[in-house]
């Protein structure tokens, strides 16, 4: 699994000023709790985390002021709706051999006939497991699946101490087979029709909208 060690800073001023002037000094606040502990509140240097937080549920060793360090997962991260920087993150403390319940990521691997179109049902996974043993992602083997092939929650390959909270027979994939030229035409005729009959039934000379 992905880790990553950060040198943080305790913080004792709060609010929107004092988030700003942190930002510009190129750190980012946050706040770090869990266990029954008070919150502890910290800057973080900003380029580093968001390196970081790239990985999904990176694993963070956070050192706090020069002293001993703490594990944490990521629990909730604000971001700037423009460009993208992190703003804000909420941190939980996690302990070796502890068990979390993560989002992991499927992607499939392997080649399968041109004629076999993968459908995803599912794009990530919920997972019980170790909070130092956290998988990047789940892997599925779509070698030779053929037309009305489905790949379930059983057939997963989990990472020994990973546990479904689903059911077995949840669908995570299936295959169906590539739309024709004819099929897809005939889906474009029928969509184009459609919007056709949508704007012949707008009555002459009134808006579809009100006027304010």
């Known amino acids: ?15 929107k000023g004092a988030a700003r002037r942190l930002r510009r000094a190129k750190q980012v606040p946050a706040v770090l709790y869990g266990h029954g502990t008070d919150p502890v509140h910290i800057s973080l240097p900003a380029h580093e985390t968001q390196l ?53 990521p499927l992607v499939t691997v392997g080649e399968h006939s041109s004629e076999v179109m993968i459908m995803m049902d599912q794009n990530s996974l919920t997972l019980e497991v170790e909070a ?3 998988p990047s992602q789940i892997e599925i083997d779509v070698t030779d699946l053929q037309v009305g092939d489905t790949v379930t929650a059983a057939d997963l390959v989990l990472p020994d101490g990973a546990v479904f ?14 739309p024709s030229q004819a099929q897809l035409d005939a889906e ?19 808006s579809s909208t009100e006027q304010e």
């Open 1 to 15: 699994m992905p880790e990553s060690k950060l040198s943080a800073a305790s913080r004792s001023e709060f609010g």
């Open 52 to 104: 970081a937080l790239r990985a999904a549920n990176v694993l963070l060793t956070i050192e706090i002021d020069g002293g001993k360090a703490q594990l944490a997962l990521p629990k909730q991260v604000q971001r700037d709706p423009v460009r993208g920087t992190v703003e804000h993150i909420d941190l939980v403390i996690v302990r070796k051999g502890e068990k979390v319940t993560v989002q992991v």
């Open 188 to 206: 474009l005729d029928a969509a184009v029709e459609g919007a056709g009959e949508g704007e012949a039934a707008q009555p002459s000379g009134e």
């Open 132 to 134: 130092t043993h956290i």
């Open 165 to 178: 909270p689903g059911e077995p027979d949840d669908l995570m994939l299936s295959a169906h087979a590539v």
